[in-house]
């Protein structure tokens, strides 16, 4: 029987390797990452320390990646997610958990129905979010992306 938690966690990554991909892919953003997998071995250390505690619970939450445009004009947080199905309940607490400490952020969505891009805030008022618009990344590039996402993300059972 095949772990969940693992099953979810390497469908997670592979959707922040998407993400990644494709935003590298535009030529119109430097992608940096940005999330706690990538600080937490040097700050695990401290997390016993009650001092530090606080601290590092925010950073815990740090969205995945850091968007900057081009022009060095607009920098964007950005948390990625893998969901099979897009849920509004789930989606509505993640950018409310989100916006607590980030904001404004951004939501990238993997799901089978396509890609999703919007902030934190619009996804907290409207409780949708918005499919990610060519203005982003562009058709061709996003068509790429979406081959590979049923390759080895909706080829596979959930």
């Known amino acids: ?14 959707a922040e390797t998407i993400f990644e991909g494709m935003f590298r892919d535009t030529k119109k953003f430097t992608v940096l990452h940005s999330g706690y997998e990538y600080t937490e071995s040097v700050l695990a250390q401290y997390r016993s320390m009650v001092v530090m505690k ?11 990646f850091v968007l900057i445009t081009e022009d060095k004009q607009q920098v964007y947080l950005v948390e990625v997610k893998y969901r ?8 509505i607490d993640i950018a409310t958990t989100i916006s607590k ?8 969505l993997v799901s089978k129905s396509g890609f999703y ?15 990610l618009s060519k203005s982003w990344v562009v058709q061709e590039i996003q068509n790429k992306y979406k081959k ?7 080829s596979h059972k959930d």
């Open 1 to 14: 029987m095949r772990n969940n938690f693992e099953h979810n966690l390497i469908k997670g990554r592979i």
């Open 54 to 64: 606080k601290v590092l619970d925010t950073i815990s939450k740090t969205p995945d």
């Open 84 to 91: 099979a199905e897009i849920d509004k309940k789930d989606l």
């Open 101 to 108: 400490n980030w904001n404004p952020s951004y939501i990238f």
């Open 117 to 131: 891009f919007d902030s934190v805030n619009k996804i907290k008022e409207s409780g949708d979010i918005k499919e």
């Open 148 to 154: 590979l996402a049923e390759d080895w993300l909706w």
